[in-house]
Structure formats: structure tokens, C-alpha cells
């Protein structure tokens, strides 16, 4: 017998709590979200249309990685809101039973020998890649909602390179792991069933303590914790995706609470005018033109000129890859394609939009043809009725259906129409 | 003799868990040189600190913690009020957890600044659901012991 007293003896682990079917429950839940996280994910990447333009796209190396990549749509317009509000509220409401599946495999971390096998040292290696990626997608996820940019890189370049090497560990993981845990799922309905014939002794009951402790807890009350913390977790953050009361239930999430302001420019902002660095000055009716480029040349707008021009209503929420969203807001503006025929493009053509913003992410953005021709996708004047406040891009603004909030741009400076 | 029949075997391991393996370091070796394509040490420090951080530090860190308050209540003769510790310990501290940079103020200034929003009262709205967890906790304790009091007061004696 080894020394109770090393982590590496089975004996160490007290806990009656640990066994294959509690693992077994947990990783059932993470597959079908981890699933969700992932294709989530991939969606948003395509949001961004990173194939369009050297501009939108944070990761030029992708390489076979963006093999899927489509043309994002504008309908249904709703469409990033629910995909990145279901990415980040489900990846919170994921965190307890990611930590308590890790707690019931913990044993192993230190089984010895290290390795029986080839095969088996490879699987420990890659279960590295496996936890390693986990935490590490959870907690860039988790820091960057909260602006806590301490992670080494560009959020977009490290949660989705990262994101590939944890789904490649996971895919094996579910492999090797999946037909054990279902069948123990099995036994474990049997044994409710109460046919102790069909109770066999479960698989991977290398996880179950020869040593139990008297229980503190039972199997139903540990996974009506787990289950509980993923509802506060849930309970306090969904809320960030909708305006007024509701969003005062996201106690703890950002951009949960009172909103930013009252009146019709008073729902919630992704970048302040401040923190863009954008200057007044330029942003004032005498100075602020809007440069319009296309087939015929440059076209100089102002914001006089641009509220002559046939103006449209559009309902449209912003919604951020943050995970939060504000409900419909009411925008009236100049249609994009009308802004394209101007120039000598009465067919769809794509846009380069640049910002009076000197610095940051997003400053440029490109949209695609077919964004451009959605009637609903508009350069806004006003909103809800009112002109933009400055926070949200006066003099004008992009707002296009579906398309992530910061290919929204603010502050336009300038329209570049045709092949990016 | 019978040894070195199964030896090849337990040395090498199942072709399909290795063909499978194989495959999936592919795949994470593909997507891991661009993700080091940067600070490559600092990310390689973040990838297996997260890893040795939870796994030698968070676990063993609340389980000392439960260990030493299962013990404590032992001691005082209550181990079975051990449920109305812990759960809102836990669940307070997981919110700490996942909240930490905008509860403990760290990113204060540039969240009011970018988004235009008061950055106060994440502490505060944690320490009140901390009260309500705990609070509620004392409630179904105290509900449960006078029960059990009324219930059973001749076996006292």
C-alpha cells in the first residue's frame, strides 16, 4: 500500500462523492454545452466576414482554420444577438460544472505510473491540452467581458487559435470517453429503477475512494449545487440582453444594471466617445463632411446634405461579441445602397467604412454586398426619434442587421464603395 | 514466456486510441503554432498555468477550506449543519470568482470610461447577495431546528 498521506495513492481521495456516474452526468452536460460554445463561436468569427478585408479580420493565419466561412447574413437581424448572447451567458452558466467535473477527475492528475502505455501517455498529454484549453477559454472569455485585458495578445487572436487546440483535445476526449460514460449513465438509470440485477460495478471506478469518508452530502445534493450555482450564475447575467428592467436582474455581469442614461439616446454603449478619443471639433456641422468614394469619383456630404436625401426607419438592436445586447432601437438614416448608387453602384457592391477614431480595433470596418443592400441596413442620423448623441456616432453611424456591434461604425469619416 | 507475449501490447496501446490521438495533436498542433505565433511564452504560461493554478492551488485551496469547517462542526457536535455552510460559501465565492475584476474595482476606471457606466456597486451588490445567501441559509437552519425541537422534545430527556 502507498502512503495515504501522497495524492498518487487512491487512498488519498476521500470524498464517497467521487465516481464514474457523477463524472459521467457532468460530462454529458459539458458535451452538449461545450458543443454549443464552439459552434457559437465559429458563427461569431463568421459574423465578422474576415475573408471580406484585411480589416475585419483579427487572425490573417487562419490558414484551413476558416474553412467554413459564408457570407453572414442580415436575416433574421436578430441573429448575433441570440448567437452571441447563447455564446456568453451559456459559457458562464457552464463555469460550475466545468469546475465540478474537474474536481471529480482530480485523482488522476496524479495517478501513477504516468504512463501504462504509449497510447495512454499520449491520452495524458493531450488531457493537458484538454484541461489547459478549458480554463484557458473560460478565462479569456471571462476577463475580456469584463474589459480586463491582461491576457497576452489580442482577445480574438488567442480565444479562437485557442479555442481549436482545446475542440481537437476534446474531440479525442469525447472519443475514448463517451461510450463509458453512457453506459455508466445506463447503469445509473437502472439502479433508480431499482433492478439491482442490472446494477453492475460501474467503468473507470478507478475514480470511486477505497477509503470513503462519512458522506456530507449526497449525489442529489451535489448536483443540485452545481446545478444552482449555473442558475445564479444564469439569473444574474441573461438579463444583459435586454433594456429596462430586465436588465436590472444582470447584478453582477457588465453592462447589466441601469442603463447609461434616460431619454432616446440613453441605452447601452459599447466604446464612449471619450475612450474612442474622438474630438468634438471634427464632429461639429461646420466641419464634419462625410467622403463618399465609388465609380464616379468622391462624393462630400454633409449632415444637411445627408437629412435631404430620402431618409428610412429601421428597428435594430446593437449587439456586442461581449455577450450583451441592447432591444430594438428605433434608427433613421440614409439607406446604405442609396449611399452606393450616389457613387455609380446601383448593384450591390461592398464597403469600406472608416471612422473619425484614430485609434483601436474596428476604427475600419468592411461590409459586404450583400449587407449593403438590405433595405433595413442604414448610415443613422437619428435615433429613437432624436438626433445620435455622441456616444452613439454622431454625426452618423452604421447600423446593419445581424452584423456584430463594432462593424457598426461610429463616427463616420468616410465611404469607400466597390471591390475591397 | 507469457510476459512477453503481452508486452508489445501494454507498451504501445490500442492502434485506434493512437491513430486518434494522433490526429488531434494534428489539429492542435495547426491551430497551437499560430496561437504561440505571438508572446509565445506568456501564452504557453497562461495555457498550462490555468491548468496547475486550478488543479494545485483552487482544488486543493476549498477543499482545505471545506475540510477544515466540516472538521470545525464536527468538533461542535453539528456536522449534519454542514450544508448550510457551505452552499452559499460556495456560491459566493464562485461569484467572487468569475466577477473578480469588476467586484474587487481593478477595472474601474476603464469600464466607466468605455462604456459610460458607473463601475460602483459590483462590491456591493456581491456583498448583498453574499447577506442573502448566508441569511437565507441561518432561516432554513433555524426553520429547521425548531422543527426538529417541537418535533421531539420527550428524547431529549
Request: hydrophobic residues 45%; proline residues 7%.
Amino acid at each position: 500500500m502507498r502512503d495515504l498521506r501522497l495524492p498518487s495513492s487512491p487512498g488519498f481521495w476521500r470524498s464517497p462523492l467521487r465516481g464514474p456516474r457523477f463524472t459521467a452526468v457532468l460530462g454529458i452536460v459539458l458535451l452538449v454545452g461545450i458543443t454549443v460554445l464552439f459552434v457559437t463561436g465559429l458563427l461569431s468569427y463568421a459574423a465578422y466576414n474576415p475573408n471580406l478585408s484585411p480589416v475585419n479580420d483579427q487572425t490573417p493565419d487562419k490558414g484551413i482554420l476558416g474553412f467554413y466561412l459564408f457570407s453572414w447574413p442580415t436575416n433574421p437581424y436578430w441573429l448575433y444577438r441570440l448567437n452571441q448572447g447563447v455564446h456568453v451567458t451559456l459559457g458562464i452558466t457552464l463555469i460550475p460544472v466545468l469546475l465540478a467535473k474537474l474536481w471529480s477527475v482530480v485523482p488522476r492528475l496524479f495517478t501513477l505510473p504516468p504512463a501504462r502505455s504509449l497510447a495512454h501517455a499520449l491520452e495524458r498529454i493531450s488531457l493537458l491540452l484538454l484541461v489547459g484549453g478549458a480554463l484557458f477559454q473560460f478565462t479569456t472569455g471571462v476577463l475580456n467581458v469584463q474589459l480586463d485585458y491582461v491576457f497576452p495578445g489580442s482577445f480574438y487572436t488567442l480565444h479562437f487559435y485557442g479555442a481549436w487546440v482545446f475542440f481537437a483535445a476534446f474531440v479525442a476526449h469525447v472519443a475514448l470517453k463517451l461510450p463509458t460514460a453512457l453506459r455508466n449513465l445506463r447503469r445509473l438509470r437502472a439502479e433508480k429503477a431499482e433492478k439491482p440485477e442490472n446494477a453492475e460495478k460501474p467503468e473507470d471506478s478507478d475514480l470511486v475512494t477505497p477509503r470513503p469518508a462519512e458522506p456530507t452530502v449526497s449525489r442529489r445534493g451535489a448536483f443540485g449545487l452545481v446545478g444552482g450555482a449555473s442558475l445564479l450564475l444564469f439569473a444574474t447575467s441573461v438579463g444583459r440582453n435586454f433594456d429596462g428592467p430586465l436588465r436590472q436582474t444582470a447584478l453582477l455581469t457588465p453592462h447589466g444594471g441601469p442603463e447609461p442614461g434616460s431619454g432616446p439616446g440613453g441605452f447601452q454603449i459599447n466604446k464612449t466617445a471619450a475612450y474612442a478619443g474622438i474630438d468634438t471639433r471634427e464632429t461639429t456641422g461646420d466641419t464634419w463632411q462625410l467622403v463618399v468614394t465609388g465609380r464616379t469619383g468622391d462624393v462630400r456630404l454633409s449632415r444637411e446634405d445627408l437629412l435631404r436625401l430620402p431618409l428610412h426607419s429601421a428597428a435594430l438592436p446593437i449587439a456586442c461579441v461581449e455577450g450583451w445586447s441592447t432591444s430594438d432601437q428605433w434608427w433613421r438614416g440614409v439607406r446604405l445602397r442609396d449611399l452606393a448608387a450616389l457613387v455609380g453602384y446601383d448593384d450591390p457592391a461592398d464597403v469600406l467604412v472608416e471612422s473619425l477614431q484614430r485609434r483601436g480595433a474596428f476604427r475600419r470596418a468592411a461590409l459586404r454586398a450583400n449587407q449593403v443592400a438590405d433595405p433595413r441596413s442604414l448610415l443613422a442620423l437619428d435615433v429613437n426619434g432624436e438626433p445620435l448623441t455622441l456616444d452613439h456616432g454622431y454625426p452618423a453611424r452604421i447600423i446593419v442587421p445581424a452584423a456584430p456591434g463594432v462593424l457598426n461604425t461610429k463616427w463616420v469619416a468616410r465611404m469607400t464603395f466597390g471591390d475591397l | 514466456m507469457r510476459r512477453t507475449l503481452i508486452r508489445p501490447r501494454l507498451v504501445v496501446g490500442s492502434p485506434f486510441q493512437l491513430l486518434l490521438l494522433g490526429c488531434s495533436f494534428a489539429l492542435a498542433g495547426y491551430a497551437g503554432v499560430r496561437l504561440l505565433a505571438g508572446d509565445w511564452f506568456q501564452v504557453v504560461l497562461w495555457f498550462v498555468g490555468a491548468a496547475v493554478l486550478h488543479d494545485l492551488v483552487l482544488v486543493p485551496l476549498y477543499a482545505a477550506a471545506d475540510r477544515a469547517l466540516t472538521g470545525a462542526l464536527g468538533a461542535v457536535r453539528r456536522r449534519e449543519w454542514i450544508g448550510y455552510v457551505r452552499v452559499p460559501a460556495a456560491l459566493s465565492g464562485l461569484l467572487l470568482l468569475v466577477w473578480f475584476p469588476l467586484i474587487s474595482g481593478r477595472v474601474d476606471e476603464r469600464y466607466r470610461l468605455a462604456t459610460g457606466l458607473s463601475a460602483d456597486g459590483f462590491l456591493a451588490r456581491w456583498l448583498l447577495i453574499t447577506a442573502v445567501l448566508f441569511g437565507g441559509s441561518a432561516l432554513l437552519l433555524a426553520l429547521r431546528v425548531r422543527r426538529a425541537t417541537k418535533q421531539r422534545p420527550s428524547t431529549d430527556h
